[in-house]
Every structure is written in structure tokens, then in C-alpha cells.
Nanobody
């Protein structure tokens, strides 16, 4: 059974940084496509970044150059380093995983079968 647990969220001022972690169990991260999504109140869940099993990376245009997705296979953990945070980055952030690579080509919620419970990020101006 795949389990994902996010941590690292918090409150920062604009321009600050946070690093989110997603600890995985029930599988090894290097066999799954993994991604970060976020959702703000009243908005749809949107894909932020994806890391394929083969090391390919993709980012949403809104975070390119500021966010970095990475994984540590030895620790079975996915990370999201977020720099130069802005108020519009405030959201609940979710870790997601799937055995298929479909989510790499279409970073949509429906392409991921396993989800964490989320960690809140709040950025003040």
C-alpha cells in the first residue's frame, strides 16, 4: 500500500524559501512518477512540478526558475525547494505518485493514483 506524507509547510514572507518533503512508504520512489500539486481555496488543484522515473523534470510556468523538484531514492523521499515565494504561491501542497508516466505528459490530477494529506504554505506580502 502506497503512503505519502508531506511536511515542511509553513508561513513565510514574500521572497522567502521553504522546502517541502514527501516521505513515501509501501514502494520505492524510483519506480514511480512523482509530482507536487497545489490547491487554493476556490480553485482547482494544479500541477506544480513532476519528476519521472527516468529523471525527467517538468514545471508549471508559474514556478519555473523558482521551484526545484528532486528525489532522494535512498531516503525514499521527494522534495520541492521553493525560492522567492510570492503570495500567489499560498496553497495546500500535495505530493502525488503513479506507476504510469502519463502524468509527466499531462500533469493532471486524474493521472495520479496516490496522494498525501497535504501541507499548508502561506506567503505574506
Amino acid at each position: 500500500q502506497v503512503q505519502l506524507v508531506e511536511s515542511g509547510g509553513g508561513s513565510v514572507q514574500a521572497g522567502g524559501s521553504l522546502r517541502l518533503s514527501c516521505a513515501s512508504s509501501g514502494y520505492t520512489v524510483n519506480t514511480y512518477l512523482m509530482a507536487w500539486f497545489r490547491q487554493s481555496p476556490g480553485k482547482e488543484r494544479e500541477g506544480v512540478a513532476v519528476n519521472s522515473r527516468f529523471g525527467r523534470l517538468r514545471y508549471a510556468d508559474s514556478v519555473k526558475g523558482r521551484f526545484t523538484i528532486s528525489r532522494d531514492n535512498a531516503k525514499n523521499t521527494l522534495y520541492l525547494q521553493m525560492n522567492n515565494l510570492q503570495p500567489e504561491d499560498s496553497a495546500m501542497y500535495y505530493c502525488a505518485a503513479d506507476r504510469s508516466e502519463n502524468g509527466y505528459y499531462n500533469l493532471a490530477q486524474r493521472n495520479f493514483s496516490a496522494w498525501g494529506q497535504g501541507t499548508q504554505v502561506t506567503v505574506s506580502s
